[in-house]
């Protein structure tokens, strides 16, 4: 079965199948926008939370983070 086709039958999942996976839509393009800072943010909050000084004092917002 292809992609498309499971999600035939609910607007709403069509929707959701567009901008997950079609990239060239300016929802796709906003999504993926997202996906990558929050990447970013997660790997940004382990690479601070290896440094003892930070992990001190900012350890339960880096892990909320994380």
């Known amino acids: 079965m292809e992609g ?3 999600y035939r039958d609910s607007p709403f999942k ?4 567009t ?3 079609e990239t060239e839509t300016r929802a796709g393009n906003f999504f993926d926008l997202i ?3 929050a990447i970013l943010l997660s790997v940004m909050a382990v690479m601070l939370e ?3 000084s930070f992990e ?3 350890g339960q917002y880096l892990t ?3």
């Open 64 to 66: 909320i983070v994380e």
């Open 56 to 58: 001190e004092y900012f």
């Open 50 to 52: 290896s440094v003892k």
């Open 4 to 6: 498309n086709q499971l």
């Open 35 to 37: 996906v990558l800072y």
């Open 14 to 17: 069509r929707k959701l199948y």
């Open 19 to 21: 901008i997950i996976f």
